[in-house]
């Protein structure tokens, strides 16, 4: 039986379509949109500062072994935004300075990492955006245990396909597949065109409850049946 299972290096995502999802904030995403957004545990180590719009490549590896993960680095190309599932494993740290160094010199925007990193003060330096399930001074070893690349895993909770769009900033990550990206971009943007529109009726004085109808709901559930 393989141990490594390999997948296709996928399609990198539309130049244009980054564009426009990087005009919109991850939250904006979501006030519509409840799926693929990975968990609140996978936190900020460095944040990026602005929104992230980059294609997903997948890495799966197991417990103390990141064989496959030195493998993957050689296939990441600029604009790729590396998620690493650790298979539940919580205790060792697969991604310290001299990997980190490895994937941003490769190209990488970004990485997700399902479990702990190590060397943050490292990580930091380079200003190669990262999210991560904490930190951990146990460190994975070439155990040569197997593992996949670029085929679906999950990480934060979260479904996460070779080639799918990644949209990340300070407030968190969302994974959208391709071919739901135009119906989200559109939204999003439509909506981000709107942010903001009440700070200046709310400085004039008027209530954010009037102004977003929460009040008028409250009043007509206190009113007498």
Known sequence: ???????????????ELIAR???????????????????HS????????????????????????STLLHHAIGFIRP???LFVDRLGDDRHACI???????????????VVLDGPCTDVE????????????????????LNDLGG???????????PVLPGDIVVADASG???IPVDEAEEVVEEAIARQARAGRNKDKIAAGEKLGDLSGASRLVAAALEPK
């Open 21 to 39: 999802f990087e005009s919109v904030e991850v939250a904006t995403i979501g006030h519509f949109r409840h799926r693929g957004f990975v968990h």
């Open 173 to 175: 990550v969302v994974v």
């Open 148 to 158: 996949s690349l670029n085929l679906p895993i999950s990480c934060g909770n979260v």
């Open 122 to 141: 490292e990580i930091l330096e380079l200003d190669l955006p990262f999210w991560s399930r904490g930190v951990s001074g146990i460190t994975t070893r």
């Open 96 to 110: 310290g300075g001299g990997v980190a160094f490895a994937i941003k010199t490769a190209g990488a925007i970004g």
């Open 42 to 65: 996978i936190s900020p180590v460095v944040e990026p500062g602005r929104t992230l719009v980059g294609t997903a490549v997948t890495v799966a590896i197991p417990a103390t072994d």
């Open 1 to 15: 039986m393989k141990k490594y299972h390999i997948g296709s290096v996928p399609k990198q995502v539309d130049p």
């Open 79 to 81: 604009g790729d935004f």
